[in-house]
């Protein structure tokens, strides 16, 4: 059972920076995909960005060229680094691992709040 525990939310003005962090432990294959997704109130979760154990990367339209996903591959760590916050990316933040053909169970998330 891989752990997953996401961290490096707050309250931010628009146009501001966060860097959110999500710890994993558990036995984790060397082949994998990690993302970010988040959830606003009244609305599904939904996926923000991926990145596969090679590196690969995949964002959602609405975040494209604000938010950046990395990954410490040693410490099979992920990262997403978000400028330009909007409102509307206000959100709870979760990470999540594929790993082994199965995703993971749910973290705590992380909150992100930007305030206009």
């Known amino acids: 059972q891989v752990q997953l525990v996401e961290s490096g939310g707050g309250l931010v003005q628009a146009g501001g920076s966060l860097r959110l962090s999500c710890a994993t432990s558990g036995s984790i294959f060397s082949t994998n995909v990690m993302g970010w997704y988040r959830q606003a109130p009244g609305k599904q979760r939904e996926l923000v960005a991926l990145?596969?154990?090679?590196?690969?990367?995949n964002y959602a339209d609405s975040v494209k060229g604000r938010f950046t996903i990395s990954r410490d591959g040693a410490q099979n760590t992920v990262y997403l680094q978000m400028n330009s916050l909007k409102p509307e990316d206000t959100a709870v933040y979760y990470c999540n691992i594929l790993n082994r053909g199965a995703w993971g169970s749910w973290g705590q998330g992380t909150q992100v709040t930007v305030s206009s």
């Open positions: 990145i596969t154990s090679g590196g690969t990367t």
